[in-house]
T-cell receptor, first 113, second 113 residues
């Protein structure tokens, strides 16, 4: 079955620790995205990548980093510099370009205490 | 003004009712439009793309009005299982030449028995 996987589903960390969230897709999509969703809020774009070895900052990139070494994988690191890291993190992919829908992974719920 | 605006609701309707949501967008150059459904604590899932001529998928009808810059979603014969948050998504070309998805904050629907 084609799809997007994210792991883990729930993640707990202490303040001051970096943490990396996994995102893998086997849809052969060129574009991948990371969003953050806070309670009662819309999705906000953190980073996106249109092609391997290239990525761009989204609207709220501060305190986050990404890499895109393989087409299938787009891991997100939440660094200790991110002031409010507790949130629901969603990874998505699409064929790229206009008119193409995005598909989402099941998300990772990160809690930092 | 937000780039994509939706009435947050909640819309509480009885089973079998017809309900309509609107979504307005600010970028007149936006190129593609979608409705997603998001259940509580889950990822968004594509409900339908929205085409210029309007489109229908079973009990769901989507319309686009480019002149007034809004899209709509009509749900007929509401089911209990339609209870969810409905996200309006607009895809626009950025100044850097990439396509960006802008999400509304969602409209919450509760279908009551």
């Amino acid at each position: 079955d084609g799809g997007i996987t994210q792991s883990p589903k729930y993640l707990f960390r202490k303040e001051g620790q970096n943490v990396t969230l996994s995102c893998e897709q086997n849809l052969n999509h060129d574009a991948m995205y990371w969003y953050r969703q806070d309670p009662g809020q819309g999705l906000r774009l953190i980073y996106y990548s249109q092609i391997v070895n290239d990525f761009q900052k989204g609207d709220i990139a501060e305190g986050y980093s990404v890499s895109r070494e393989k087409k299938e994988s787009f891991p997100l690191t939440v660094t200790s510099a991110q002031k409010n890291p507790t949130a629901f993190y969603l990874c998505a992919s699409s064929t790229g370009g206009s008119g193409y829908e995005q598909y989402f992974g099941p998300g990772t719920r990160l809690t930092v205490t | 003004r937000k780039e994509v605006e939706q009435d947050p609701g909640p819309f509480n309707v009885p089973e079998g009712a017809t309900v309509a949501f609107n979504c307005t967008y600010s970028n007149s150059a936006s190129q593609s439009f979608f409705w997603y459904r998001q259940d509580c604590r889950k990822e968004p899932k594509l409900l339908m793309s929205v085409y210029s001529s309007g489109n229908e998928d079973g009990r769901f009808t989507a319309q686009l009005n480019r002149a007034s810059q809004y899209i709509s979603l009509l749900i007929r014969d509401s089911k209990l299982s339609d209870s969810a948050t409905y996200l309006c998504v607009v895809n626009s070309l950025t100044t850097s030449g990439t396509y960006k998805y802008i999400f509304g904050t969602g409209t919450r629907l509760k279908v009551l028995a």
